[in-house]
């Protein structure tokens, strides 16, 4: 089956990175569930993309919660018959502050963020998958926090959870006929300066529409041999 026929669950849908995924996946002739937590933001996520109304549904849900989370993920498998991909791009950052003056508060928060909301959507969507014996979960890591940057400690914490929840199921999920994978990147560069106005800093950030298209592969048919990995997209080698 082409993506064309699948049925396409994006998280953060419309974060920086989520509303090209969702066009991109769209021109390939997915069926999507947009998530957010405000329908009016999904509606003009699926507006600006120019989504069919045949096309797609939102689904509205504060995924640290786990009861609007299913109540989310089955909403999309209700309209469209199941769901056959999460994209999880759920994002955000709380940092600044050296690790000893750190407030607990703000590590709550990130692993609220990062590692709660991935485990409320992949217990979610995953068993269906299963059934079906096809799926597949992809998501953005981050390098810096996987390195361990300074005055980050709660993001990089809260996406090293990630990672590690995400390639602990890649193991569990093996010979199921799904597939959970990252792509590893350091900055998303919304406004293309690392081509319109090249820098060192800038010099290995990566595009939306590169982590779209990586995704596009790690989805389909001809990627299912690929499992647990970490697809660095910041030229870092
Ligand atoms: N941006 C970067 O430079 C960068 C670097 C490394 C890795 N990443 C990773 O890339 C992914 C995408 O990041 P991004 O920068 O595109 O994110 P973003 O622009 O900050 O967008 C955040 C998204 O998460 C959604 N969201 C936040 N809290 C939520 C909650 N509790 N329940 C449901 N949805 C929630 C927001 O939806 P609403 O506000 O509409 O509800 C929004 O769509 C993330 O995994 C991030 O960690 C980003």
């Known amino acids: 089956m082409a993506i064309a026929d699948r049925v396409v669950l994006v998280t953060g849908a419309t974060g920086i990175l989520g509303r090209v995924v969702v066009g991109r996946f769209a021109a390939a002739g997915a069926r999507l569930g947009l998530v957010g937590t405000q329908l009016d933001r999904l509606a003009e996520v699926?507006?600006?993309?120019?989504?069919?109304?045949?096309?797609w549904v939102a689904a509205v849900g504060d995924l640290r919660d786990g009861a609007q989370t299913r109540a989310a993920v089955k909403s999309v498998a209700d309209r469209f018959g199941r769901v056959d991909?999460?994209?999880?791009?759920?994002?955000?950052?709380?940092?600044?502050?050296?690790?000893?003056?750190?407030?607990?508060?703000?590590?709550?928060?990130?692993?609220?963020?990062?590692?709660?909301?991935?485990?409320?959507?992949?217990?979610?969507?995953?068993?269906?998958?299963?059934?079906?014996?096809?799926?597949?979960?992809?998501?953005?890591?981050?390098?810096?926090?996987?390195?361990?940057?300074?005055?980050?400690?709660?993001?990089?914490?809260?996406?090293?959870?990630?990672?590690?929840?995400?390639?602990?199921?890649?193991?569990e999920a093996a010979g199921t006929g799904v597939t959970v994978n990252l792509v590893t990147v350091g900055t998303i560069d919304e406004q293309h300066q690392r081509d319109s106005a090249g820098t060192p800093k800038n010099a290995t950030w990566t595009t939306p529409e590169e982590i779209a298209a990586a995704f596009l592969f790690l989805c389909s048919d001809e990627a299912g041999a690929i499992n647990g990995a970490r697809l660095p997209l910041d030229r870092h080698g």
């Open 46 to 55: 699926a507006r600006d993309q120019g989504l069919a109304a045949d096309r």
């Open 85 to 171: 991909v999460v994209l999880h791009l759920v994002g955000g950052w709380t940092g600044g502050t050296a690790l000893v003056d750190l407030d607990p508060a703000e590590l709550t928060g990130m692993l609220d963020q990062h590692l709660w909301t991935t485990l409320n959507v992949v217990q979610a969507a995953l068993p269906g998958m299963i059934a079906a014996g096809w799926g597949r979960v992809a998501a953005v890591g981050s390098r810096p926090a996987l390195e361990a940057a300074p005055r980050a400690a709660s993001y990089a914490i809260a996406k090293t959870a990630e990672d590690t929840l995400l390639r602990t199921l890649a193991r």
